[in-house]
Nanobody, 114 residues
Framework: QVQLVESGGGLVQPGGSLRLSCAASGSIFSIYAMGWYRQTPGNQRELVARITNGGTTNYAGSVKGRFTISRDNAKNTMYLQMNSLKPEDTAVYYC????????WGQGTQVTVSS
């Protein structure tokens, strides 16, 4: 079964940057569109960025212009470059296919605070 492992989160000051990585144990990146999601306590998981297997990207309005999603199919890895971070970006970030066909990973915590 394919597993997803997110990494790269941490504590950063407002205005700072982080780069998240999503590694898959199997070759799913060349098959599926992929997405980055985030979730805060008491709220549903929301899709913040998606990328098709052809490389087309889309972003939620709240992150457009600040976040960049990319993928390396050969390495079975996807990335989320997050710039100009805001306190409201604080959440646990997850990756998955679109539609969701793989069990969710443990996520990576991003905390934006001074």
């Amino acid at each position: 079964q394919v597993q997803l492992v997110e990494s790269g989160g941490g504590l950063v000051q407002p205005g700072g940057s982080l780069r998240l990585s999503c590694a898959a144990s199997g070759s799913i990146f060349s098959i599926y569109a992929m997405g980055w999601y985030r979730q805060t306590p008491g709220n549903q998981r929301e899709l913040v960025a998606r990328i098709t297997n052809g490389g087309t990207t889309n972003y939620a309005g709240s992150v457009k212009g600040r976040f960049t999603i990319s993928r390396d199919n050969a390495k079975n890895t996807m990335y989320l470059q997050m710039n100009s971070l805001k306190p409201e970006d604080t959440a646990v970030y997850y990756c998955n296919t679109l539609p969701n066909t793989v069990p969710w990973g443990q996520g990576t915590q991003v905390t934006v605070s001074s």
